[in-house]
């Protein structure tokens, strides 16, 4: 059972730094996800993990050794592709136990080993095809078992799901997570698909531009937002940023009050920060409830979003019951629940926190 | 496609593929004709009297060792070309393939200067005709002392098909996905033995048509064996089926029948190799 300890580590492509002096610690047997947009430096974090990228500064430690000099063969890591990397002319069985062909493992051992994990993963009877010759959810379970055999230290993977189709992701998201549970080897897990950050991990590491934003389980990332990038990033629909001011103790949404718990020494202009589910509908005039027009209705199944127009270019969204009807242009007022509004120092983009 | 479409694009296929298996055909039949019927009139298209007189001359004629010195008719020194056409095909080919794939690797993989003009400089050194090289190869080679001998004619070859070679493999590893490599990597292989286990397997297509192309471009050759050699002894068979012509006499039979046997080795490897060579070119073609 192995930590993962990051300290320090940069990483720039020429005059590109993609990385920048990059702190992380992942807890033994954590499943950890990498979750950022694209170019976040989410997967060259992972191959510098593995030892395919070489660090520009910084080490990186399994335990109490240090790894970040070692070359990939020697980490003792698994690495799943996005690809999934299968050997072409290799069959499955060879795939798995290639990792253990190279490191001499007797051919007995390897063999029982292969049947092993082709028996857990339900691909006993594929052994003998070609990569070609599987589905795209059986490759991705032959990169898996390739990752297993060996029993590494720490599995990496790369934007495994993200080759499947909806329902078979939705499906591997479960198995994964199952595995991970049964295996309990630490994991680190890149994705930019943040229902799967959110549905799989034990930690979820937001990452922007090189930089950690927030570190944090997956309830602590949605419900309590480090920063504007964060609050933006995780959440379907995203959260509502709208501007907001402080005078004499209060603060207001174009014009309107809103009853909130104030932090200390917090700016006069703010950013309040609210999830489309937390904004109830309200008729204006209603106490509490700042007034506007309705912009857009858009139906996503079991409920509605209604996107209300509070001042020129400013929109809050509210996710209600799909029963709930509304008409472009209706005039109608959204409430904020006080008890789920989050506050933003907009120079900083930082939380502010009571 | 319509039935009157399809009409025409054949008969123009068959026409096409009557021109160009013409000649052998004729070759074949002429080999196998008597003398006196070679040059009746008008010809016949196939042997009346089939004969393999010219086949066992030259297989089983008797070879210039043991008939040495002068007076030895051209047929007997058949075997001695064809082992030597044989030795330069396939050393040309060994040493050709060998450096175009590393070359090629590490064109694809590494990072250096000028990595990414080199393929295009090659390409463009091919589509120089390789006889405005001949001359100044081969005062190189009396200059190294390396003219007429079969190394000389080894060194010729390469310089001519390694450029395509290196290409076609620089095209054929631009398509095998990193990744797998890294795969091989993490899972603890040696950069040699991804290379060995990994790469090469996956780039046989690609290696097989390129062999194929430089052999059939040094067995083909005439122009550096003319020029390079000079001994009876180390002429490629092309310019040695030359000799079968004196200036006053063609012995239409033996150069036949040397034609039919210097096109079986080829013909052979190519009918092993066709699949390979589609898929070589193909993924050279679309991917390069």
């Known amino acids: 059972m192995t930590d993962l300890i990051v300290q320090g580590l940069s990483k720039s492509f020429g005059s590109n730094q993609v990385l920048k002096a990059l702190d992380l610690t992942v807890p033994s047997r954590q499943f950890v996800t990498l979750l950022?947009?694209?170019?976040?430096?989410?997967?060259?974090?992972?191959?510098?993990?593995?030892?395919?990228?070489?660090?520009?500064?910084?080490?990186?430690?399994?335990?109490?050794?240090?790894?970040?000099?070692?070359?990939?063969?020697?980490?003792?890591?698994?690495?799943?592709?996005?690809?999934?990397?299968?050997?072409?002319?290799?069959?499955?069985?060879?795939?798995?136990?290639?990792?253990?062909?190279?490191?001499?493992?007797?051919?007995?051992?390897?063999?029982?080993?292969?049947?092993?994990?082709?028996?857990?993963?339900?691909?006993?009877?594929?052994?003998?095809?070609?990569?070609?010759?599987?589905?795209?959810?059986?490759?991705?379970?032959?990169?898996?078992g390739r990752a297993m055999a060996r029993r590494p230290d720490i599995f990496l993977m790369d934007e495994p799901l993200s080759n499947l189709d909806a329902k078979l992701r939705a499906t591997m998201r479960g198995e994964l997570r199952r595995f991970h549970l049964d295996l309990g080897t630490t994991t680190v897990y890149v994705t930019h698909d943040q229902l799967e950050a959110m549905t799989m991990s034990d930690l979820v590491v937001v990452m922007n531009e090189g930089v950690v934003q927030q570190i944090g389980t997956p309830e602590e990332v949605y419900g309590k937002p480090a920063n504007l990038f964060v609050a933006g990033f995780i959440g379907t629909p995203p959260m509502n940023l709208i501007p907001a001011q402080i005078s004499n103790g209060m603060l207001a949404v174009a014009g309107t009050p809103i009853p909130v718990p104030l932090p200390p020494r917090a700016p006069p202009d703010v950013v309040l920060g609210v999830r489309p589910q937390d904004v109830a509908m309200a008729a204006p005039g209603d106490a509490g409830a700042i007034p506007g027009k309705v912009w857009m209705v858009e139906l996503i199944g079991s409920e509605r979003l209604i996107e209300v127009e509070i001042a020129p270019k400013i929109r809050v969204t509210a996710e209600v019951r799909a029963s709930h009807r509304a008409s472009i242009d209706d005039a109608v007022a959204v409430r904020p629940d006080p008890a789920h509004i989050h506050l933003f120092d907009p120079a900083t983009g930082q939380a502010l926190t009571g | 496609m319509k039935p009157w479409v399809a009409a025409i694009l054949y008969a123009v296929l068959g026409a096409i593929t009557f021109v160009v298996c013409f000649p052998l055909l004729w070759a074949i039949?002429?080999?196998?004709?008597?003398?006196?019927?070679?040059?009746?009139?008008?010809?016949?298209?196939?042997?009346?009297?089939?004969?393999?007189?010219?086949?066992?001359?030259?297989?089983?004629?008797?070879?210039?060792?043991?008939?040495?010195?002068?007076?030895?008719?051209?047929?007997?020194?058949?075997?001695?070309?064809?082992?030597?056409?044989?030795?330069?095909?396939?050393?040309?080919?060994?040493?050709?393939?060998?450096?175009?794939?590393?070359?090629?690797?590490?064109?694809?993989?590494?990072?250096?200067?000028?990595?990414?003009?080199?393929?295009?400089?090659?390409?463009?050194?091919?589509?120089?005709?390789?006889?405005?090289?001949?001359?100044?190869?081969?005062?190189?080679?009396?200059?190294?002392?390396?003219?007429?001998?079969?190394?000389?004619?080894?060194?010729?070859?390469?310089?001519?098909?390694?450029?395509?070679?290196?290409?076609?493999?620089?095209?054929?590893?631009?398509?095998?996905?990193?990744?797998?490599?890294?795969?091989?990597?993490?899972?603890?292989?040696?950069?040699?033995?991804?290379?060995?286990?990994?790469?090469?397997?996956?780039?046989?297509?690609?290696?097989i048509a390129a062999s194929i192309f430089s052999l059939i471009v040094s067995w083909n050759d005439y122009l550096f064996g003319r020029v390079f050699m000079n001994s009876m002894e180390n002429l490629p068979l092309t310019v040695g089926v030359m000799h079968f012509f004196d200036g006053t006499h063609v012995d239409w039979a033996l150069m036949m029948a040397s034609s039919v046997l210097m096109t079986l080795p080829m013909a052979i490897l190519f009918g092993f190799m066709q699949r390979h060579l589609v898929a070589g070119f193909g993924a050279g073609a679309v991917k390069g």
């Open chain 2, 29 to 207: 039949s002429t080999s196998l004709k008597p003398k006196d019927e070679i040059f009746r009139w008008p010809p016949t298209i196939w042997p009346e009297n089939i004969t393999f007189d010219a086949y066992r001359e030259l297989l089983f004629g008797g070879s210039v060792a043991s008939a040495p010195g002068a007076g030895v008719p051209p047929s007997a020194y058949f075997l001695t070309w064809f082992g030597n056409s044989i030795i330069v095909s396939i050393g040309s080919t060994v040493i050709s393939i060998t450096v175009a794939t590393l070359a090629a690797y590490s064109l694809t993989r590494f990072r250096f200067w000028g990595q990414r003009a080199v393929p295009y400089i090659a390409i463009l050194g091919y589509m120089v005709p390789s006889v405005i090289f001949v001359f100044p190869m081969f005062l190189t080679m009396v200059s190294l002392e390396l003219t007429d001998t079969l190394f000389s004619l080894i060194l010729g070859y390469v310089c001519i098909t390694l450029p395509f070679c290196l290409w076609l493999m620089w095209a054929f590893f631009r398509g095998v996905p990193i990744e797998i490599e890294e795969a091989a990597m993490v899972d603890g292989a040696t950069r040699l033995q991804v290379f060995r286990q990994i790469v090469l397997p996956v780039a046989l297509p690609g290696i």
């Open chain 1, 36 to 144: 950022g947009p694209s170019g976040c430096g989410k997967t060259t974090l992972l191959r510098m993990i593995a030892g395919l990228e070489k660090a520009t500064a910084g080490e990186i430690r399994f335990g109490d050794r240090r790894v970040d000099m070692l070359p990939p063969g020697e980490r003792n890591i698994a690495m799943v592709f996005q690809s999934y990397a299968l050997y072409p002319t290799m069959d499955v069985a060879r795939n798995i136990g290639y990792g253990l062909e190279v490191r001499g493992t007797p051919k007995p051992e390897r063999t029982e080993k292969i049947g092993a994990v082709a028996k857990v993963l339900e691909i006993a009877h594929l052994l003998l095809r070609k990569p070609k010759q599987l589905s795209g959810g059986q490759r991705q379970r032959v990169a898996l």
